[in-house]
């Protein structure tokens, strides 16, 4: 037993997290908004992506953690992937590192086949991102930039790569979400999986989508409270900084505690995933619904705490508030993955 | 008890109704905290002012109807329930307009109070600074003395100041007494923002309006008391501007800004957007039950006004009470666009009217003092807490 | 227009108030407590009666407000009734002005005949007591010490002389609830009404039932939430009142805030219920379910500010806050109001 | 990460079922906290004892087995699972027993720490004062230095004391030196109750349980450190009892004293009693997703100390971390034994076992440091806010 990330595992996230420190800072963030929404808070000419961070994530192997050596990849597992993508959250990366790196990754290892064997190397090197979703009528994060789209449901599993689908563009809150709505996507591409099998491989694609949100989640999570904690300790009203009162503690408080709990759902989560643990959807929807609450509390807190000043467009706390609130709709709300838990609890 | 509407107050309603649906904007306007959304909404403001229904319960001198409140909360949820425009108005009708009724002299009600209600004259705040925002008593804009011009030179920047990118006036506090205590030495000042040595400068709002103004003034001349109302002046005595203002966050918090009607419509919107998610065969039962629940806070907070109007007409005062009010109404606002996002699903995100709202929501715990300040105020003055 | 009391109303209420601070003292509600609990909290051998209080109130014409004058009661209706019952709320009265004096006085006048000509006098005399309720399993308040019992369902709304029904005897955490199962109740005393009319008249005895326990549940709130000002504002601890801190203001505010808009709820619903509003139902739900959440409210907040202390038995706060408990779970909690009111609005 | 027992570690685990599942008392014993309950308790710590499970992780030397502190999770999640009696020996081996192995000398380790695992000693604590609960550092009981007679002499009361009228010894903190701040010249104590000049005084707690007592001390003598351990002592260095205590408070509130079994267990029969619930056709959505919603909390919080204890045997201290445990458990009791009595609906108010639990978990917010004093910790300390 235990239950903490090696060494090796820490010593990969903190070269992530300096690395992204330094490819996708705040400014970086913003220069990717665009659409109407973009314009509107003043940013605009983005189309959800920041490049850089992109190219480093791929030199440094990020990419490719799930993707099998053989395919230029470093053949780990969910286990090392989770903690990075927590650091993707913290920096609000915007790219599509879930889709492409965790959830498309670990599909087609998990698949093979041609398609497999095309796309796995390409994965790895950065040269292409992927959105991932349901088969059907969701919002499709990164839709406008994917390079291919991988949906599913319970009869079969397609990847379709861009060109092949048409795109209904959609106007997210959060201007770097590339969203669009796919038409068409039932009878395009090819079909991964079908029958019987489809329903499994779908619901595992599922299950890496809401853990690398929840992972992104508890990112965010963190970042915003770091922002209010420096940002309360310096703002000064009634002659003392605002941090030292007792309701922006409490509520401060409050919203790490949340985090503080959810982390540890996230990473065993994680672990089941890799282990192919008969719980591991139980395990993802407990971390999905938590880390969710959680970025919500540490949200409606840093907004709160900061003041006018946090409900300003100059100010970057609404990159991570917005990001937050749609990962914490996208993969199935809070309310949607404890009635799985519920179900497996055999309640109603 | 009485809960029904007399003969005349249910005509009142049905004239209301009826000129409502008529003249009301289909579609909506755009937001009016944007330039080109503002000019739309003047255009609106005007037709109401025309046909007397901008301030329903003025005096007819001031183009009003001399409405009772009661009516004003009928006109209130008419106006709501139709889904007319929010009021760029607002910040001078419901907000300075009490205050001057209060504490104007008859040169100022007289000059300011039927601009206002036309809305030739718009009126934003100038009560935040960079340094003071809970801290309201820490203001360190100051008006200095002008013996010779007979008046005062303001020198300072306030912030925060909704729509002060569109409006022509301003009313806030500055530091006439520098050597007084915090809360004294105040004076409450109306100034013109065209006049010579103001700087305006918008800035983003979370919902991406551009609702936000900072505003800089360097060494404004403002005349005494009404000595010169269109030039500006002040308000109430001199260094007495702590009460005055106190007068008007009163309004803010409480009822006048924020009428029952508003929060109603939004439930009952809420309300029906659950029944089409119903009808669809996918509201669950929790989700089903926090729209109950916020409809049921939404008719709550209706009751506790009239308790207030009723209150008002009897003249009894609500005093720190407003701060009940202020908590009350600005969490129910999240609370109903919340739940309303829980409907939508993963569709949530889209930048549509719920997201729309659940944005501007959010500023409701924020402005007119923080919801952690009027906690205070309700442990302090309405429970008996001690302050220290 | 005109939401408040009466000024008749205000002095009918006060007076009850300035009666009950007399006879029924906290030193009053604990000799009541009886039972194993009772012993075990430091009382016992009480029967859940405050008889000198009963005699004062029936005195003053409190037990026969809306017994017909010309059956020895004053006449008026809910709305003169129900801030009374915010009084006895206040006092944590144990005995059962809601169920004898409410429920049962209405449910007579409104159904007349022998049964009502008969108890309706002694009713308004406080020559008994009634313990009401649904037909059913429910545990009965007030069943011990009980003359009477009403009780009903859809089909039958029965009155049942005490000895006419066999008591199975509970022991609640408030030691003064005289709390019993009714065994055998189907058949025994008479049918007051059967048949389809039975439906409305016991839904609007369930409707008083509820809204008596919300009016006590608004008293009883407000009184803890007195003692814990008090409290907070004395209690010392580094240096100054504990009532200066924020954490205990803020929380102290939010149980005041709860309760102030659960009170007009209540008011409106006691309105709707003496002018026969076809919503009148409704209103009850809305009223009964957040008096129920904003006393639990009231109650958490007043144990944890007072700390240690509120969570002996010397100390009154436990006969106040366990008497919440029971009635925020009596006549239906929260959710089953709220589930009316959700039905009312057309949801599932 | 490796989320699996060893062999040797599943083996353990068996051979603390099987022992359990044979040994405990059928049906449980009455609480504990009442006089009679406690005699019953005593005679089933004394069981533990004998077969060497009532402190698996100390020495050997002591009456443990010397398990790894994995093994004494594994032990407290079996201990709980089986419905095994509350310990009265808590405040003794959980919270003292940490303090006496990092502070005691030899001889206080020899002398205490077997007659405490075989329940000879019973130990309370004696930390609040009337007028020092939150604020410990208030405390004013004081102790005389008595040269001629070698050692103390404790004079003041103290209170909230559990299970003080049954227990034989209490540890606590003392004035020593009255003229230091607040934090400095106190020292940590060890007292047995018979000694001349101690009164305890029983009181009753909300459930009904006699479980608190005052105990005053008057001119009582304690011998200096260990010199005569049967006699009481000090422990660690005079002046220095603030950092002693709070080796003890970490323990109090981390998860020596909350082990996760405990709440898993409650979990699992909130669990067993929503699906007989549900079985009766009477479980709706809303109380099976807090059912749902509380039984994640319960997971939650086992993997959170499954961290804590890597950390531990990985030799990093939680620190202020353990605030963030405390204010989770007892939030997460109260939270578990809310949900029973809401599906217990209007059988909610009987005084029966989940009744009784949800009293006891109502203490859990207030004792150990109220969680108000704990938000302000995981504020200050863990997230670096400034204290004033």
Sequence with gaps: MRFAPTEDQVDFRDAVRALLADTCPPEAVRAAWGGRVGEETGGGGGDGRVRAAWSALAEMGVLGVLVPESAGGLGLDDEDMVPLLVECGRAALPDPVTATAYVAAATLRDVGGEVADGWLPRLAAGEVAVAAGPLGDAPLAGALTADAFLVGDDAVLRWIPAGDVELEPLESVDGSRGLARLRGAATAGTALVEGPAAATVSAAAADRAALGAAAELVGLSERMLAMTVAYASERRQFGVPIGSFQAVKHQLADASLAVAFAAPLVLRAANSLAHGDPDAGLHVSMAKAKASSAARTAADASLQCHGAIGYTVEYDLHLFMKRAWALSAQAGGPDQHRARVRAALGLR | ?388
Tied chains: 1, 3.
């Design chain 2, 1 to 388: 008890m009485d809960l029904t509407w007399s003969a005349s107050e249910e005509s009142f309603r049905a004239e209301c109704r009826s000129w409502l649906e008529e003249h009301v904007p289909r579609p909506g306007l755009p937001s009016g905290d944007t330039s080109e959304g503002f000019a739309l909404h003047l255009e609106w403001e005007r037709l109401l002012h025309r046909d007397r229904w901008a301030v329903v319960s003025w005096p007819e001198a001031y183009g009003g109807r001399g409405a009772s409140l009661w009516e004003w909360l009928i006109f209130e949820e008419e106006y709501y329930r139709v889904g007319a425009p929010q009021r760029v108005t607002q910040n001078g009708i419901f907000l300075l307009a009490p205050t001057i009724f209060e504490f104007g002299t008859p040169a100022q009600q007289d000059h300011y109070l039927t601009r206002m209600s036309s809305a030739e004259d718009l009126w934003c705040q100038g009560w935040s600074e960079p340094n003071a925002g809970s801290d309201l008593a820490g203001i360190t804009s100051r008006a200095a003395r002008d013996d010779a011009a007979g008046g005062w030179r303001l020198t300072g920047q306030k912030t925060w100041t909704t729509r002060g990118a569109f409006c022509t006036h301003l009313f806030g506090l500055f530091r006439t007494d520098p050597d007084a205590e915090r809360h004294r030495g105040l004076t409450y000042f109306l100034v013109p923002l065209d006049a010579e040595g103001v700087t305006v400068r918008g800035f983003g709002r979370l919902d991406g309006d551009e609702g936000f103004a900072e505003v800089f003034l360097d060494d404004v001349f403002v005349p005494d008391g009404d000595t010169d109302p269109a030039g500006g002046g002040t308000l109430g005595a001199v260094d007495q501007g702590w009460g005055v203002a106190m007068a008007t966050t009163t309004s803010e918090r409480g009822l006048t800004l924020r009428s029952p009607g508003r929060f109603r419509a939004t439930a009952g919107r809420l309300v029906d957007l659950a029944r089409e998610v119903d009808a669809s065969g996918c509201l669950s039962e929790l989700v089903a039950d926090r729209v109950a629940d916020a409809w049921i806070d939404a008719e709550a907070y209706a009751l506790f006004t009239l308790g207030d109007v009723t209150d008002i007409v009897e003249g009894r005062s609500p005093g720190a009470r407003s701060s009940y009010n202020k908590i009350f109404w600005s969490e129910l606002d999240v609370r109903l666009h919340e739940v309303a996002l829980e409907l939508l699903g993963a569709d949530a995100e889209l930048d549509g009217p719920w997201m729309k709202g659940y944005e501007f929501a959010l500023s409701g715990p924020i402005y007119a003092g923080t919801n952690e300040i009027q906690r205070n105020i309700v442990a302090e003055r309405v429970l008996g807490l001690p302050r220290k």
